[in-house]
């Protein structure tokens, strides 16, 4: 069994493999480079690893677990948040939160739990009709905008209904997605 320190961020939680014994060290690659004066210690998903922290005000908790991807879905990526900014917003209007470069590991995440014999997780969700909400940078202006991205150029009623609650209905892109798909509803 595996532990795991738990991390919270405002799109959802994250976890880094944690050792708080030699033994749980072992597999990792620092066997023989850390030593039990150091510990715990957290493995940072990047190569490296630093001291465990519980004051931390990022930190939840300290978990055990076997699975590949010690967290669920909804915990690793919030689940119909109303502060909701950036993310995926399935046909249902369920929204998934990200930060702005994490799209891909949410959509990863989304397939493994909904559609697990998929293999492409972002082209899936895009074939089955999700929305991605991205952040958009206008390089002229230098401003950041949300902006709503349909691979299919369509979108369902609880899509716009979603959009609408988020306050983004009035995008052009929505509109034209709107304009596009409003009489099959």
């Not at 939840?60 to 590949?68: C, G, L, P, Q, R």
């Not at 397939?111 to 082209?123: D, G, N, Q, W």
């Not at 940078?137 to 209904?161: L, P």
């Amino acid at each position: 069994m595996k532990k795991y320190a738990v991390y919270k961020s405002d799109t959802g939680q994250y976890c880094y493999r944690y050792a708080d014994s030699l033994a749980l060290v072992e597999g990792t690659g620092f066997e023989g480079l850390i030593r039990e004066e150091q510990l715990p210690v957290v493995f940072d998903n990047g190569g490296g690893y630093f001291k465990f922290d519980p004051n931390d005000s990022h930190f939840v908790e300290v978990i055990e677990s076997d699975k590949a991807y010690p967290l669920p879905l909804d915990r690793m990526f919030k689940h119909n948040d109303p502060t909701f900014k950036l993310g995926w917003i399935s046909p249902d209007g369920d929204t998934y939160s990200c930060g702005y470069t994490s799209h891909n590991k949410c959509a990863e995440a989304i397939a493994r739990t909904l559609y697990r014999t998929e293999k492409y997780p972002e082209l899936t969700l895009h074939n089955k009709g999700w929305l991605e909400v991205i952040d958009s940078w206008d390089g002229k202006e230098r401003t950041h905008e949300q902006y709503v991205h349909s691979e299919r150029g369509s979108i369902t009623r609880k899509q716009a209904d979603r959009l609408f609650d988020l306050g983004l209905y009035e995008k052009p892109e929505v509109q034209a997605l709107i304009s596009s798909s409003e009489s099959k509803w």
